[in-house]
């Protein structure tokens, strides 16, 4: 079973790691996260983001969930905001496009202009 | 929704909308009585009686210019489907408490789903927020409250990688046991 303890050693080694949520200057990745974006997989889709986020080891990437984006039927919706950057919006996204927006989007660089509102409409 | 532990995500994001930093989410399953129940409370803005009414019966209430949500209806009309039924405690000022009863060995009802993930994601997303999380299988539980979490962070965020990755571990390894069932 995790106990604390080990979380204390995790704690230990984080220190001095910046506390994303007060940090200007991270990417922040919201997740629409009403009923309409949970029903159409929301869920899954905020999971594979946090996951590909940790596992790369990215501490300067916030994800945060929000109510309703307002486009239902392009549930889920994930917003991506680079500082000094436009914010790119996502749409329809799954568990796969999410894992691939961050190591296009948030590693390289690159918008994965084929899954942005823009290409759906 | 597809799944229990969906419309327990949603139900969680009115408490989260009505300003509550701290929520309660029990899982309780009896085999004996043959239930699941799903107890939702927070302490967030509350709701009048009358506005009360409005939001479990959408449909059958005159329609007022306030715009009318499907989350709760949808969690009603899931327990209902099985035997079971839903019901609303609120105090303007005080919180909400919102009660699922669903028949466990019905036939229509949906998988509890990912609780874990539930759970983490709500966590991660929400650190300022207390959250009481308790799944019990009749005498069997696997409790967990971020208090306690964030007393061992300090500042450190949930999301920093390692702690996600710990708190992911933790939540799957908890509910993994919970569901082991002696033979
Ligand atoms: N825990 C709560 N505390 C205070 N008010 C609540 C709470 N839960 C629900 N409400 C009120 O009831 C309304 C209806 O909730 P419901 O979840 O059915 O729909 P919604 O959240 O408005 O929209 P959605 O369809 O996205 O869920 C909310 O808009 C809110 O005003
Ligand atoms: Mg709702």
Known sequence: MKSLAELEAIRNKAKGSVNLRKDDNAVRIVVGMATCGIAAGAKPVMNALMEEVAKRNLDHVAVTQTGCIGVCRLEPIVEVMVPGEEKVTYVKVDPKKAAEIISEHIVNGRVVTKYTIGAAQ | ?183
């Open chain 2, 1 to 183: 929704m597809r799944e229990i532990s969906l419309h327990i995500l949603d139900i969680v994001q009115n408490s989260i909308a009505a300003k509550a930093d701290e929520i309660g989410v029990d899982v309780i399953e009896d085999r004996e009585k043959d239930t699941l129940t799903v107890v939702i409370g927070d302490n967030g803005c509350g709701m009048s009686a009358e506005f009360l009414k409005k939001v479990i019966d959408p449909f059958t209430t005159k329609r007022t210019t306030r715009k009318v949500g499907l989350g709760i209806p949808l969690f009603k009309m899931a327990a209902e489907n099985t035997g079971g039924s839903l019901e609303i405690q609120s105090k303007e000022g005080e919180g909400t408490v919102v009660t699922a009863v669903f028949g466990l060995s019905h036939i229509d009802r949906q998988p509890l789903g990912d609780m874990a993930g539930t759970m983490l994601s709500l966590f991660t997303a929400y650190e300022d927020i207390r959250f009481l999380y308790k799944h019990k299988i009749d005498e069997k539980k696997f409790f967990v409250d971020t208090r306690e979490i964030k007393n061992v962070l300090g500042d450190i965020s949930f999301q920093a990688p390692e702690v996600y990755l710990w708190l992911s571990e933790f939540l799957k390894e908890g509910e993994e046991e919970l569901n082991q069932m002696e033979v």
